[in-house]
């Protein structure tokens, strides 16, 4: 959020007008009373928020929060966030937003949740809205309908609100003014990385001090959990079957013939006039003017390759505008329909598509063709010659599961088969197996999956199958100093190094706030300082830096040169100095104002709707029922 709009959300301007959109709003009004419902959560202004819909967005919270901190939730973190209530007050304001658009009189027709629900690419097929796609993909992601076709509903009832919103937040030209410099004002600033690993020959290693540090950090040396099991391997190449017959050739051919057609594919050349969908209408008008006047210089017979080259806004500008072949599926819709209308040499009227306004040019057609039997014979009957080869398998592989079973343990079915049939194996970790298993992940997965005495299922090993018994297991085990020394001490000099490249880091930074030179500094540290180009906080990119370090770096000034502290990017620590800045550009401004507003607007849209709703939320009548959180 802009600082600007920051320092004024409390000034007497932004009240009024919050004041103004209540009363353009009406008031809250109250839903469905049902204050006594044991199962209610919650009650906004009468309406009930029911446990289950608590319970569902409480662990759909939680899901995304594990998966945000890689699975495991530190102990007392979510006491310290208090995501019960967090989760409630979403909940709470979500209703409060439904009753105040219901008053308002805004609604979601039937209509516009139809067409919101059809243009979703996800429901898509070749283009159109799919009812079986549709279906399948709530049932995939353990949705109904109805909660699904509620949820958008209340997403659209949503936007319809902001849109509301949006109309009081006025932008001024001072506002536009200082977003601009704040964007476009550029800096350089100074740098000096300190790279642990160029301190790791500075570390001091003695025996006493690996002791110490491996008795500090014991519970990290553990050896890997270990398995040594029993297998049996029924692999697809080893199979024999005899040579599939002409019948069986000819009718595979026939039955996948779309794997050998070669659809029909189109060569074509394209000037593109790039659109974007926050275009304003005079600008979608200029464009349409653009494009119709290099139309008219192309079917004039001006050379399409020549003005692609000068006018064209995409990267094949370069090559003439030459899309190269491609066939249907590659393009989107309207440019697809468009060129597979075309005649070779033809070119098209101006095609609008979500990048913007095309003229196409037809350059060649290769039509579609279709491999003759022949051709294709010796990779039919490797096809067909390895499907039966793999049934085969499977079925040599479940026969001796059930004699397995039957036998009541691979060790009684071992003395009614060959005993090579069945290898073994000496304990193994999972990052290093025996050679013998290294080119089968699923065989090593599935063993470490299982317990000491347990059989697999018939594991699909991609090239065949196999069934797994594990004879005995290992868990992991604090591994004694000397096992472990090597380790202990590419640990303590990793852990040392990072230690002295801060402290260098540091020492640099103190130098340079008392007033220290950088020419003498770098020589003494013996560390190199680098120069950024001009960069600015909307395109930053030619500094070449992590982003917290570009962060820092346009923080700086004249009146404060320098960071408080060295910037820490994993085991590097940069020192910064400020250089020098320049003020934008002023003809930019014109090209970059559009974007601007629709930034202020959009910022000031959301936080006048946050401080709507938080005002609502206290003159609302709200219960909570604690007992059930």
Not at 32 to 48: C, D, I, K, P
Not at 225 to 244: G, H, M, V
Not at 277 to 306: C, H, T, V, Y
Not at 511 to 522: C, F, M, P, S, Y
């Amino acid at each position: 959020m802009l600082k600007f709009l920051r320092r004024k959300a409390q000034s007497p301007t932004l009240q009024i007008t919050i004041l103004i959109i209540i009363v353009v709003f009406v008031f809250w009004g109250v839903g469905r009373q049902n204050n006594g419902s044991r199962s209610a959560v919650a009650t906004v202004n009468g309406h009930t928020i029911e446990y289950q819909e608590y319970q569902k967005e409480y662990n759909q919270t939680m899901s995304r929060l594990r998966e945000r901190l890689g699975g495991r939730i530190p102990k007392g973190l979510l006491d310290s966030l208090d995501i019960k209530h967090q989760v409630i007050n979403k909940l709470i304001q979500r209703t409060l937003m439904r009753q105040g658009a219901r008053d308002a009189g805004l609604r979601v027709s039937d209509a516009e949740l139809q067409q919101a629900i059809d243009k979703m690419p996800v429901f898509q097929k070749n283009g159109v809205f799919n009812l079986t796609l549709y279906n399948n993909v709530l049932t995939a992601s353990r949705l109904n309908v109805s909660k699904f076709e509620a949820g958008m509903r209340y997403d659209l009832l949503a936007d319809k609100v902001k849109r509301q919103i949006s109309h009081f937040a006025e932008v001024s030209p001072t506002e536009l003014k200082i977003l601009f410099n704040y964007n476009y004002t550029a800096f350089k600033f100074s740098y000096a990385a300190f790279k642990a690993l160029n301190f790791s020959d500075r570390v001091e290693v003695s025996p006493r001090k690996l002791q110490e540090f491996y008795n500090k950090h014991k519970e990290t040396y553990f050896s890997a959990p270990q398995r040594q099991i029993k297998y049996l391997l029924f692999s697809t190449a080893a199979q024999k079957t005899k040579l599939p017959s002409s019948d069986a050739i000819k009718t595979y051919y026939q039955n996948n013939i779309a794997r050998f057609t070669t659809p029909e594919r189109r060569d074509a050349s394209h000037i593109l006039i790039l659109s974007k969908s926050s275009d304003s209408p005079q600008q979608i008008a200029a464009k349409r003017k653009k494009i119709n006047e290099i139309l008219a210089m192309a079917r004039a017979g001006k050379d399409f390759a020549a003005l692609a080259r000068k006018y064209s806004q995409d990267g094949l500008a370069k090559r003439g505008g030459d899309l190269g072949f491609f066939s249907r599926g590659q393009m989107v819709k309207p440019f697809e329909k468009a060129v597979f209308s075309l005649k070779t040499g033809q070119i098209s009227g101006v095609v609008k598509t979500q990048f913007g306004f095309h003229i196409i040019k037809l350059n060649k057609i290769e039509p579609a063709s279709t491999k003759p039997l022949k051709e294709v014979r010796k990779q039919i009957i490797a096809a067909i010659s390895h499907e039966m080869n793999q049934n085969l398998a499977f079925k040599a592989a479940n026969k001796a599961y059930e004699q397995i079973i039957l036998a009541g343990s691979l060790d009684k079915y071992k003395l009614k088969t060959p005993a090579a049939a069945i290898k073994e194996t000496g304990f193994f970790a999972r990052h290093n197996p025996p050679a013998a298993l290294k080119a089968l992940p699923a065989v090593i997965n599935k063993s470490f999956a299982l317990n000491k005495g347990e059989l697999s299922s018939i594991i699909d090993t991609g090239e065949g199958y196999a069934i797994v018994y594990v004879e005995d297991a290992r868990a992991p085990a604090q591994e004694d100093f000397k096992t472990v020394r090597d380790q202990v001490k590419q640990d303590f000099i990793a852990q040392e190094s990072v230690k002295l490249a801060r402290e260098a880091a540091d020492k640099m930074l103190a130098a340079l706030h008392k007033k220290g030179k950088i020419d003498e500094l770098t020589a003494r540290a013996e560390v190199e300082f680098q120069t950024t180009p001009y960069i600015t906080r909307a395109d930053s990119s030619a500094a070449r830096l992590p982003a917290p370090v570009v962060k820092t770096g346009l923080r700086l000034s004249a009146a404060a040169p320098l960071p408080k502290k060295p910037i820490a990017v994993g085991k590097t620590f940069y020192v910064l100095k400020f250089k020098e800045s320049k003020a934008p550009d002023e003809t930019l401004f014109a090209r970059k104002k559009a974007g601007l507003k629709t930034q202020v607007r959009n910022e000031k849209s959301n936080e006048l709707l946050t401080a709507w709703i938080e005002y609502l939320q206290k003159k609302a009548e709200i219960k909570i029922n604690e007992k059930l959180l």
